[in-house]
C-alpha cells in the first residue's frame, strides 16, 4: 500500500532554532507539494516541485525557509530560523499530474517552536 | 482569495442520515477536488469532478458540480459514525504559467452521532 512518509511525526523547538522535516513521496509520482496548515490560515502551499524541480515557492517565506529534492525519494522543508508563527502542521503530497489530479498526503508533521 | 468557501463551517446529524456540504469559488475552474481528514491525519483524496461534468458519484459520495454558479456540493449518504472528519473542497484554477495547484477551503467540520 503506497503512501507518503513524513518524518518528524511531532517537533517541538526553541526559537532560533533549525528545523528539517522530510518526506519520501510515492514512488513514481513526480510532483511534490509542500502545505502548511493552521486553524487560522487553513491549508496554505509553501511549495511545489515538478520531477524534482521548484516550480512554484511563491507561499513560502523565503528569508527563513528552504525546500529541496535532492533526489526523486527525498523532499526537505527547512525552517532557519524558526520563530513562534511557524507553529503548524506541515504536509507534504505528492501527484502525478499537479494539481490536475489527486493529490496523496502524508500524516504531517506537527511543529511547535517555543 | 481565490480559494473555495465550504459551508457550512459545521455540521452535526444523526448515523443514517444524509450530509450536504457545499463549496463556492470565483474563478473559472479545471477541476474540483473533495478531500477528507481525520482528526490528527492528512488529508485523504475522495472525488475529482472536472469542469465539463455535472455529477459524479463514488459509493456513497456524490458530488455536483454547477459551474454557471461556481459551486459544487457534495452529498454523503447513509452518513455513519466513521465519517466524523473535516471536508473540503479544493479547486485548479489551471495556471497560465503550464503548471496548476490545488487552493483549499477552510473546511466543513462534519459530526456524525451513533
Known amino acids: 500500500d503506497a503512501r507518503v512518509t513524513q518524518t518528524p511525526r511531532h517537533k517541538v523547538t526553541e526559537m532560533g532554532q533549525e528545523v528539517t522535516m522530510r518526506c519520501q513521496p510515492i514512488?513514481?509520482?513526480?510532483?511534490v507539494f509542500w502545505y502548511r496548515q493552521t486553524m487560522m490560515q487553513g491549508l496554505e502551499l509553501l511549495a511545489y516541485?515538478?520531477?524534482?524541480?521548484?516550480?512554484?515557492d511563491s507561499g513560502m517565506p523565503k528569508d527563513r525557509f528552504s525546500a529541496e529534492m535532492p533526489d526523486a525519494t527525498l523532499a526537505t522543508l527547512k525552517i532557519q530560523p524558526s520563530e513562534p508563527r511557524d507553529s503548524a502542521v506541515y504536509f507534504c503530497a505528492s501527484g502525478l499530474i499537479g494539481g490536475a489530479g489527486p493529490q496523496y498526503f502524508g500524516p504531517g508533521t506537527r511543529l511547535t517552536v517555543l | 482569495s481565490q480559494q473555495g468557501e465550504e459551508d457550512p463551517q459545521a455540521l452535526s446529524i444523526q448515523e443514517g442520515e444524509n450530509a450536504t456540504m457545499n463549496c463556492s469559488y470565483k474563478t473559472s475552474i479545471n477541476n474540483l477536488q473533495w478531500y477528507r481528514q481525520n482528526s490528527g491525519r492528512g488529508l485523504v483524496h475522495l472525488i475529482l469532478?472536472?469542469?465539463?461534468?455535472r455529477e459524479k458519484h463514488s459509493g456513497r459520495l456524490r458530488v455536483t458540480l454547477d459551474t454557471s454558479k461556481k459551486s459544487s456540493s457534495l452529498l454523503i449518504t447513509a452518513s455513519r459514525a466513521a465519517d466524523t472528519a473535516s471536508y473540503f473542497c479544493a479547486t485548479d484554477f489551471g495556471m497560465n504559467s503550464g503548471y496548476s495547484t490545488l487552493t483549499f477551503g477552510k473546511g466543513t467540520m462534519l459530526l456524525v452521532s451513533p
Open positions: 516541485f515538478r520531477n524534482r524541480a521548484p516550480l512554484d
Open positions: 514512488l513514481g509520482h513526480n510532483t
Open positions: 469532478i472536472r469542469s465539463n461534468e
